[in-house]
């Protein structure tokens, strides 16, 4: 609260954290990668742990040590976060997709090492890709009508050609159908920085509340608006 006490709000409840970015092979040696630091999904697993939820944290290539007390599942390629994700949100109050999910996956994994080809300085091989699948929005389609899990998405934004990064983020909100979006104008860059600005909209757009600060003071504002849209206790 205010005076700096902690508040054990998510006692009983159980969190399925995505933190980190995920990484799509092409060969034996080479990803496509993000920049995701996994830092924002990690503060949310410590916020969370310590409002007292027990955590299951997700982690797509994440240099950090684990949070006392969370669950790690560790993963590599959006497919990895894909199964862990189905194979856990049933068993949870909220999933948070903090995590930075490789939009594109190359068509096909080389087995073998993809050389140059010597005889031509000039040649590049041509990287076929195919796209993920949303987990966030698969996640939110498998809920259906039931109230379990509540569900939280993040929306990194750029503005531009006439339309604002909250402009985009209020769209997104809608297309993606969680309850939460919590939205992040990186116009001027973020990815590793310690501190952050967010606005949190819910699905149909509307802002509720905005956050700027710490990742861990970003991340309990997230858990503030969270706490409310948890499913009933049964
Ligand atoms: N997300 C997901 N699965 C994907 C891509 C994104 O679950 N294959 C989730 C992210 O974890 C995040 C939210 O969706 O919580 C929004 O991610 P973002 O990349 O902003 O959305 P996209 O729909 O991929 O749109 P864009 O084309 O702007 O990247
Ligand atoms: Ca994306």
Not at 47 to 53: E, P, S, T, Y
Not at 122 to 145: C, K
Request: glycine fraction near 10%; proline fraction near 3%; avoid cysteine.
């Amino acid at each position: 609260d205010e005076r700096g006490a902690v508040v054990r709000d998510l006692v009983g409840r159980e969190l399925l954290i995505t933190a980190g970015g995920t990484r799509e092979d092409l060969d034996p040696v080479r990803f496509l990668a993000n920049h995701s630091s996994g830092r924002q999904g990690w503060a949310l697993a410590h916020a969370a742990l310590v409002r007292g939820a027990r955590v299951r944290l997700a982690a797509a290539n994440v240099a950090l040590e684990t949070p006392p007390g969370a669950q790690r599942l560790d993963l590599g390629s959006a497919a990895e976060l894909a199964e862990t994700v189905a194979a856990h949100r049933g068993k949870v109050d909220a999933l948070v997709m903090a995590a930075a999910v490789a939009d594109f996956t190359a068509a096909g994994k080389s087995d073998a090492k993809i050389k140059k080809d010597e005889s031509d300085p000039d040649s590049v091989p041509t990287l076929a890709l195919r796209r993920t699948e949303d987990i966030l929005r698969s996640s939110v389609l498998d809920r259906g009508d039931a109230e379990r899990p509540a569900i939280v998405g993040f929306a990194a934004e750029t503005g531009g050609d006439g339309v604002s990064a909250l402009e985009l983020a209020r769209a997104k909100a809608r297309r993606k159908g969680a309850d939460l979006l919590v939205f992040n104008d990186v116009t001027s860059g973020v990815f590793g920085a310690a501190d952050n600005a967010v606005r949190i909209l819910d699905r149909e757009g509307e802002e509720l509340a905005t956050a700027e600060g710490t990742k861990t003071q970003v991340a309990h504002a997230v858990l503030d608006e969270l706490v409310g849209r948890l499913p009933q206790v049964p």
